[in-house]
């Protein structure tokens, strides 16, 4: 069974601190995608990585991606309030499947406290 | 662009009433996905359609679901008849090409079935 999994799936923290979100899956894919939720809000995208060993930089957050450990991770660096929200990463089956799929992870609802 | 457009945003509706909800993609994107978004089950992919025509509906829950694509710019998304247990956000999101570039998603229609 095809299966994203993010941890942790809760996340409290400190503003200025720094912290790393991990986004495992078990199939192949090279494509991998991240998203933020607001409460109430939609999904928008962040980072579009589309290779072993991408890494794509926006402000505060860093998403790199390891196809061979069919691992991908979102590091935040020196946490600001306004980064708190939902993020999601989603895997591209197109690859495998032959079929243009996203499945999503499980989300990680992140808090950071002032 | 003014983004995927989604109507209704909110619609309560009683047990065995049939509910349609309706998405404007972004214009010239090829791809055009229908999600649903609940706690219990996260984000699924329901059906999705590239160039009008629906590829993958392994997603439907049953048979009181259907979607249809009649052009480039319309699609909807019906449920009859709707049960409590389709109380739930439904997405609808749009790509302009597989594996490239990612889905774009609408602001979502939050469904409650009474």
């Known amino acids: 069974e095809l299966k994203v999994e993010q941890n942790p799936l809760f996340l409290s923290m400190q503003e200025g601190k720094n912290y790393t979100i991990y986004c495992n899956y078990s199939?192949?894919?090279?494509?991998l995608y991240w998203y933020r939720q607001d409460p109430g809000k939609s999904l928008e995208s962040l980072f579009v990585?589309?290779?072993?060993?991408a890494v794509k930089q926006e402000g505060r957050l860093m998403a790199s991606l390891d196809t061979k450990a069919r691992l991908s991770t979102l590091h935040i660096t020196a946490a600001v309030h306004d980064l708190s929200a939902t993020y999601f990463c989603?895997?591209?089956?197109?690859?495998?499947?032959?079929?243009?799929?996203?499945?999503f992870g499980t989300g990680t609802r992140l808090k950071v406290l002032a | 662009d003014a983004g995927v457009i989604q109507s209704p945003r909110h619609e309560v509706t009683e047990m065995g009433q049939e509910v349609t909800l309706r998405c404007k993609p972004i214009?010239?994107?090829?791809?055009l996905f229908w999600y649903r978004q609940t706690m219990m089950r996260g984000l699924e992919l329901l059906i999705y359609?590239?160039?009008?025509?629906?590829?993958?509906d392994s997603g439907m829950p049953e048979d009181r679901f259907s979607a249809k694509m009649p052009n480039a710019s319309f699609s909807t998304l019906k449920i009859q008849p709707s049960e409590p247990r389709d109380s739930a956000v439904y997405f609808c999101?749009?790509?302009?090409?597989?594996?490239?570039?990612?889905?774009?998603f609408g602001p979502g229609t939050r469904l409650t079935v009474t």
């Open positions: 999101a749009s790509s302009l090409d597989r594996g490239v570039y990612e889905q774009y």
């Open positions: 199939t192949t894919s090279d494509r």
């Open positions: 990585l589309l290779s072993n060993g």
């Open positions: 989603a895997v591209d089956l197109s690859v495998t499947s032959g079929t243009y799929k996203y499945i």
């Open positions: 214009s010239g994107h090829d791809y």
């Open positions: 359609f590239n160039n009008n025509v629906p590829i993958d």
